[in-house]
C-alpha cells in the first residue's frame, strides 16, 4: 500500500538504474518514500563513463546522508591546463582553490565504484524496491495515478505496477520519453570522440609518464583530452585519453584495437598497465522539449545529452532528481498542490539548456581540426584576448522572489554558498552540522530580522540561521570559519538569504525593508502553491 494510502505498489516508480537512477531513489528513501526501480539489464554496468562529480553536487550528497559514499569516491581535481601543439600553455585553471560549496570546485571519481556504493545501500533498503531484467513496455497514467507494464527479459512474462508517479530515466534512447511523444531540440554540435579508460601499474603517475595530470592538448592534429579517471576500489588508478574522430577516419577504424594502440602510443606503453575499455561516443546537444507529462517525468540522459568538455553530465542528471525529489515529498504528504510539481521544467530546462551552451563553446575551441583556426585561437589565448565563456548558470525561472512586474529579482536563483563552520566547540560542513532541510533564513550576525518577519517566519515554517564572524562568534553561534557566507553575502549585497531545500536562493535582502518584501512574495508563493506547515520537512 502506497504511503498515501491508497493501494498503490509505490510512491515512485523509477525506470533505468543508472547513477542518477539510484541517487534519485536513495534520495526519496531518505524522505520516507517507497520506490520501485526496474531495469531492463541485470546488472549494473560495470565500465566508467562520468568522471565527475563538481562541489554542488559533492554537498547534495552530504546533505542527502551520502556523505561517506563521496567521501570515499572523490579526489580533488588538479589544476586543469589547455596547451596548443607546441605545448604551450593557454589556459590554466586551479579548481583546488576552492567553492561556494567548500572543496574543491570539481572531484574526480571512478564511477563503477560510485555506482557500487549507492547499488549497496539500495540493496540494504527495505523501502526501495529494485527489480533487474525488467523492461517496461507501457506506460499509461490517471487522475491519481500511474500504471507501468514490465516485461520479464528471462522469462518474457508481463505484470502491471502502479504509484503515484514515474520518473524516466533510463537514458539518452528513453523509452519513457518515447512514449510520452517528447521531442528533442537539437543545439547543433556533434562530434565522435575515442574514450579510453587505462589503469595504471602500481605507483605509475601522470609525472613519470610525463603527461598532464588534466588537461586538454588542442592540437589540430589530434584534439586529445587527458583526464583522472578516479581510483577504483582496489586503489588502482585509472586515467583516461579522449580521442577527436578525424574526417578521414571511420567509425569503425577507430574502434578496431589496433588503432586504440596506436594512439596511445605516445603517451602509455601496453606493460604500464592495463586497458580497461574503449568505445566510440558521438557527443552531441539535445534537450528534451519538456521534463513534465501529468504524473510523469523524465531526468539525465532521458532529458538532456551534452558535450562533456564540462564534465557536466551527470552532474546535470543528478541536479534533475534533486530539484524533483524535495518536491514530489511535499506534494506526495499533502503537504503542497501538485502545481509545485510544474515548476520542474522552467527551473531544469532552462539551467542545463545554458549548460550545455557552454559546453559546446568549449568543445568548439578545444575541436579545431584546422591549422589556421587552431593559429589564430593561440594568438587570441596567448595574447590575453582569448574569448570567456559564460558564468556558470542560475536558475532564472520557477519558485523564486519576483517583483511587482513578475520579474525574477536578483540573487534569486543563484546557488547558496556553504563551507566549512564552527558550532559547540565541533567544525565541520555546514551541511552537516547546521543545514537541516527545508527553507532557511540564513542572516550574518547584527542583521535587523524586525518581530513581524520572525513570525512569518514562524508562520511557515522557515528556520533562522545567524552566521557569525568566527573571530566574535560564541560556542553556540554558527561561525563563519572561512569567511565562506561573510565574503558570498557581500558579493550580492545582501545580509540574509532565503534559502530553499535545495540550496538555491529564493531570494536575498540587503537590510529589514527587502526582507519585508522578500518575505511577503515567499509569502503569496507559499499560497499559490498551497504549501503548508511543510517548508522543514524536505530533507530534514
Not at 570515499?72 to 591546463?81: E, K, L, M, S
Not at 583546488?96 to 570539481?106: D, L, T, Y
Not at 540573487?411 to 543545514?435: I, W
Request: charged residues 25%.
Amino acid at each position: 500500500m502506497g504511503s498515501n494510502g491508497q493501494d498503490y505498489d509505490f510512491d515512485v516508480i523509477q525506470i533505468g538504474y543508472g547513477p542518477v537512477s539510484k541517487a534519485s531513489a536513495l534520495f526519496l528513501e531518505r524522505l520516507g518514500w517507497r520506490v520501485g526501480i526496474f531495469e531492463r539489464f541485470e546488472e549494473v554496468y560495470p565500465l566508467p563513463r562520468a568522471v565527475c562529480i563538481d562541489h554542488e553536487l559533492y554537498r547534495v550528497l552530504h546533505a542527502s546522508g551520502l556523505a561517506d559514499v563521496a567521501q570515499r569516491v572523490c579526489n580533488d581535481a588538479p589544476t586543469y591546463r589547455w596547451f596548443n601543439a607546441d605545448w604551450k600553455q593557454l589556459l590554466a585553471i586551479d579548481w583546488a582553490a576552492g567553492s561556494i560549496s567548500g572543496g574543491s570546485e570539481v572531484n574526480f571519481i571512478h564511477q563503477p565504484t560510485f555506482e557500487w556504493a549507492l547499488d549497496a545501500r539500495i540493496k540494504a533498503s527495505d523501502k526501495i524496491s529494485l527489480n533487474l531484467h525488467s523492461e517496461a513496455v507501457a506506460i499509461r497514467q490517471s487522475a491519481d495515478h500511474v500504471t507501468v507494464t514490465i516485461r520479464d527479459t528471462k522469462t518474457g512474462v508481463t505484470r502491471d505496477y502502479t504509484a503515484r508517479y514515474l520518473i524516466g530515466i533510463d537514458g539518452a534512447n528513453s523509452f519513457v520519453r518515447e512514449s510520452l511523444g517528447i521531442a528533442r531540440s537539437d543545439l547543433g554540435f556533434e562530434a565522435d570522440w575515442l574514450v579510453i579508460d587505462f589503469a595504471l601499474s602500481d605507483g605509475l603517475t601522470a609525472r613519470d609518464l610525463g603527461i598532464p595530470e588534466c588537461g586538454q592538448y588542442a592540437n589540430p592534429v589530434r584534439p586529445t583530452t587527458i583526464v583522472p579517471g578516479g581510483t577504483e576500489a582496489d586503489g588502482r588508478i585509472l586515467r583516461r585519453w579522449e580521442f577527436m574522430r578525424l574526417p578521414h577516419e571511420t567509425k569503425e577504424e577507430m574502434v578496431q584495437e589496433a588503432k586504440v594502440w596506436d594512439l596511445l602510443d605516445a603517451w602509455i606503453k601496453p606493460d604500464q598497465g592495463e586497458l580497461i575499455r574503449h568505445a566510440l561516443y558521438t557527443f552531441r546537444s539535445l534537450v528534451a522539449d519538456r521534463f513534465q507529462d501529468g504524473r510523469i517525468f523524465i531526468a539525465g540522459d532521458a532529458a538532456h545529452i551534452m558535450p562533456p568538455f564540462m564534465g557536466q553530465g551527470m552532474c546535470a542528471g543528478l541536479r534533475d532528481v534533486w530539484n524533483l525529489s524535495w518536491k514530489l515529498d511535499l506534494v506526495m504528504r499533502g503537504k503542497a498542490d501538485a502545481s509545485l510539481l510544474e515548476t520542474y521544467t522552467p527551473e531544469r530546462a532552462p539551467h542545463v539548456t545554458d549548460v550545455i551552451k557552454i559546453s559546446m563553446f568549449l568543445g568548439s575551441i578545444i575541436c579545431m581540426p584546422d591549422p589556421q583556426d587552431a593559429q589564430r585561437r593561440d594568438e587570441m589565448f596567448l595574447g590575453g584576448n582569448a574569448p570567456k565563456p559564460a558564468p556558470f548558470p542560475i536558475l532564472t525561472d520557477g519558485m523564486l522572489e519576483r517583483d511587482a512586474l513578475g520579474q525574477v529579482v536578483a540573487p534569486a536563483g543563484e546557488l547558496s554558498c556553504a563551507g566549512t563552520v564552527r558550532l559547540n566547540g565541533r567544525t565541520g560542513r555546514y551541511d552537516a552540522l547546521v543545514a537541516g532541510g527545508g527553507f532557511t533564513l540564513v542572516t550574518m550576525a547584527g542583521f535587523d530580522i524586525p518581530a513581524p518577519s520572525r513570525q512569518t517566519c514562524g508562520r511557515l515554517g522557515v528556520r533562522i540561521v545567524t552566521i557569525a564572524d568566527r573571530r566574535s562568534a560564541d560556542e553556540d553561534e554558527v561561525a563563519d570559519t572561512q569567511g565562506q557566507f561573510g565574503r558570498f553575502m557581500e558579493s550580492h549585497g545582501i545580509g540574509a538569504m532565503l534559502v530553499r531545500p535545495d540550496f538555491y536562493l529564493f531570494g536575498g535582502a540587503s537590510d529589514s525593508v527587502r526582507l519585508e518584501r522578500l518575505l511577503a512574495d515567499f509569502t503569496r508563493q507559499i499560497s499559490e502553491f498551497k504549501i503548508t506547515d511543510a517548508p522543514g520537512s524536505a530533507f530534514a
